[in-house]
């Protein structure tokens, strides 16, 4: 093995850890820019803007690492506007930008639903939709029984208030959850039998299939869903390297 904190050893262990093979994705997972060779200091974040990598050049960070990176299918290609600032700043700084979307979304402990459910205290049971993408389970604490009562639960640990589609006393039965824009899942939530399910964003068909199948729906932030996985992966490879890591929240409302 290569000497700690090398940056191709950590894009090895990154593919292999979170397996990012078996995933038909939107983009590309793993080293999108490459930068210097010997990784100390490590930021993460959950997109990566330019406020983000202007925050990891100001603290002298050698690497990034995202949910949401680049070169995303449909993208405009040509390397002008913002896409230019944010390359000129990587490529300027020797910075190193890895990226992980559905992979970070579905690993079964760093994945962002994994974390989501550990910090609104739901326990997993089973999954459901495309690849497994949705995750069904119950509240660990038997006293959150309502609709209202997740939702202040979100409120409490998320820091911002869901928008709730359903009646706040309704009971909540199984909640299904999938973080990020999965409001699309709603439908196989339904099917797989979720009582009330949860995600980051709405949209206007959301609101009527809840309503018509008497489906709870939470839209709780893109963001404020995502915010946990990156930071825990993180966590994770300063273990495992011995590098120092940051994670850095550029606040978004959506």
């Given amino acids: 093995m290569n000497p700690i904190g090398d940056r191709d050893e950590l894009a090895k262990y990154l593919a292999r850890t979170l397996d990012i093979t078996r995933f038909r994705d939107y983009c590309p997972n793993g080293l999108q820019v490459e930068g210097r060779q010997q990784i100390r200091l490590l930021v993460t974040g959950v997109t990566a803007s330019l406020a983000l990598l202007e925050k990891a050049v100001e603290l002298g960070a ?37 990226a992980y979307h559905l992979p970070l979304d579905m ?28 995750w069904l389970g119950r509240p660990v604490d038997d006293a959150m029984r309502t609709v209202g009562q997740l939702a202040d639960r979100v409120a ?29 899942y709603l439908a196989d939530a339904i099917a797989a039998g979720a009582g009330t399910y949860l995600s980051g964003e709405i949209s206007e068909p959301t609101v009527h299939l809840a309503r018509e199948s008497g489906v709870a729906y939470l839209a709780c932030g893109h963001h404020a869903t995502e915010r946990y996985g990156v930071e825990a992966l993180g966590k ?8 120092e890591h940051r994670f850095i929240d550029i606040p978004n409302p959506v």
């Fill in 156 to 184: 409490a640990v998320l820091g911002r208030e869901p928008l709730v589609i359903g009646e706040r006393d309704a009971a909540l039965g199984t909640v299904g959850w999938c973080t990020g824009a999965a409001q699309g």
């Fill in 236 to 243: 994770h490879l300063a273990q495992v390297f011995g590098m």
């Fill in 62 to 98: 050698d690497a990034v690492l995202v949910h949401h990176g680049y070169f995303w299918r449909g993208e405009d290609a040509r390397v002008v506007g913002p896409m230019q600032r944010r390359l000129k700043l990587l490529l300027g700084s020797e910075l190193n930008l890895y």
């Fill in 107 to 134: 690993h079964a402990e760093f994945g962002n639903n994994a974390q989501l459910a550990q910090k609104l205290g739901l326990l997993p049971a089973s999954r459901f939709g495309e690849d497994d993408i949705g």
